[in-house]
């Protein structure tokens, strides 16, 4: 009912894959009788969920100032999360002409820390526990090397290694790709605006 989707970088064809792979899931783990009712119920509140995300523009487009001139975006994440991070770095790429690479959290840690030493960088992090933990530990030596921080996560952290926070709302895990994935698209969206580019459109004159 919504019609072709326009704007180069794909996001709501991602979203609505997700959410497909998801009930599909669903229904199939229902078929082997097991219980997904709580599961069902959470998937509802993701819409709601979301359009509070979207409410909160200003703090994206203030956090956007601050990364607009960064040329180098790594985007952390563990778990089910780490694909995220993946499509979080492409879509900035896509819509803000930044290079942008989305790794799992061990991935950073054992070699991509080693050669970013003295340059202009920023680290975004989106994970869960178990692998939230060990994601701040990559922060925090971030930070030390000069990267400029985000933490996208559902708990309450403060630190003096975080630069920018934003709290999602809590979900387990197989959902909390939704909420994370959203202010991920955002950020991408008013770094591309703040850099003067049409977010809708991919730079083919580079």
């Known amino acids: 009912p919504l019609g072709q989707e326009i704007p180069a970088p794909k996001t709501r064809s991602t979203f609505v894959n997700m959410m497909a792979i998801t009930l599909l899931s669903i229904k199939l783990s229902e078929m082997y009788g097991y219980d ?6 959470e998937c509802k509140e993701i819409p709601d969920l979301i359009e509070s ?12 100032e601050k990364y607009k ?4 975006l790594y985007f952390v994440g563990g778990g089910l999360n ?9 879509k ?3 819509a803000g002409s930044v290079h ?8 950073v840690a054992h070699g991509r820390i080693s050669v970013i030493y003295n340059k202009p960088f920023g680290v975004i992090l989106a994970s869960k526990e178990p692998s939230l933990s060990r994601g701040l530990e990559i922060l925090k030596a971030s930070k030390t090397v000069g990267a400029r921080t985000f933490l996208i996560s559902d708990k309450e952290i ?3 290694f975080i630069d920018d926070k934003f709290k999602i709302p809590e979900l387990g895990e197989e959902l909390s790709t939704f909420v994370t994935l959203m202010p991920l698209y955002m950020f991408s969206y008013f770094v591309s605006v703040k850099r003067g580019l049409n977010p809708d ?5 580079l």
């Open 36 to 41: 997904s009712s709580e599961l069902m119920k």
């Open 53 to 64: 995300q979207i409410k909160e523009e200003n703090f994206f487009k203030e956090l956007s």
């Open 69 to 72: 001139d960064i040329e180098n």
């Open 82 to 90: 780490y694909p995220i991070a993946k499509e979080g770095a492409l």
């Open 92 to 94: 900035i790429k896509e």
């Open 100 to 107: 942008a690479e989305g790794f799992e959290v061990e991935e």
């Open 158 to 160: 403060n630190e003096d």
């Open 201 to 205: 459109l991919i730079r083919m004159d």
